[in-house]
């Protein structure tokens, strides 16, 4: 399963045991989602999952050189303390005294999902892999990133066809998950594709090996 936070929670694509499209599915939860399919070998979250007592995750600089010149695409991730702030200004503050660096409000606009997405894995379901899905998407075009943006035509067109390539053709009607922008639903299908690749022991992580949270978890984007 492949899931991608939206306006009104989270919206997941699922797949079968081939890789082709199984289902959608949309919830305010993502623990909701995640109870509704136990029989998931893994979960791909678009989603930082694993933060690091100091400095920045080399995952993300290695996924913003992976996507270039679209670097924007990636945003660093800063230290667990930013996160446990409780508003904007404290975690800026805490940001730029930890990294020497302040913390963008479209940033901090994702603290709640990011919170949830790892309390999640944190407590217990390690089926959860992070993954990024421009990271996905280039490596679906041989290490190309795809040039267009996701909110537009030409780019939601190409992205269609790279995971139509691989055998993941999405319907015209996804039920309640249709309800979801686009390129939320191409997100979490991409994320899938990185799902099934990791059960099927072929993916790749950056790094690799992946950095470890204190507790021992995996810190790594994974395509």
């Not at 289902?23 to 989603?47: F, H, K, Y």
């Not at 694993?50 to 800063?78: C, K, N």
């Not at 075009?141 to 691989?166: H, I, T």
């Amino acid at each position: 399963m492949g899931v991608d936070a939206c306006r009104t929670g989270w919206v997941a694509v699922t797949l079968d045991e081939e890789g082709r499209f199984a289902g959608a599915d949309t919830d305010e939860a993502l623990s909701e989602l995640l109870g509704r399919v136990p029989d998931a070998a893994v979960v791909a979250v678009d989603m930082p999952l694993g933060l690091l007592a100091e400095g920045w995750r080399a995952a993300d600089a290695l996924a913003a050189a992976l996507v270039a010149p679209h670097r924007s695409r990636v945003f660093s991730v800063p230290p667990r303390e930013v996160w446990e702030a409780g508003d904007y200004d404290e975690a800026n503050e805490v940001c730029r005294r930890v990294v020497k660096k302040g913390l963008s409000r479209q940033s901090w606009g994702l603290a709640a999902k990011l919170r949830e997405a790892n309390a999640c894995r944190d407590g217990g379901d390690h089926r959860l892999y992070e993954v990024h899905p421009e990271v996905s998407f280039a490596a679906l075009e041989e290490g190309r990133p795809v040039p267009w943006s996701k909110k537009s035509w030409n780019g939601q067109a190409v992205r269609r066809r790279l995971l139509a390539d691989q055998g993941i053709v999405l319907p015209d009607d996804l039920g309640v998950a249709g309800r979801v922008p686009p390129d939320d639903v191409l997100d979490a299908a991409a994320a899938a594709w990185s799902a099934r690749r990791i059960a099927l022991r072929a993916a790749r992580s950056l790094p690799d090996p992946p950095e470890t949270t204190a507790t021992g978890l995996p810190v790594a984007i994974w395509y």
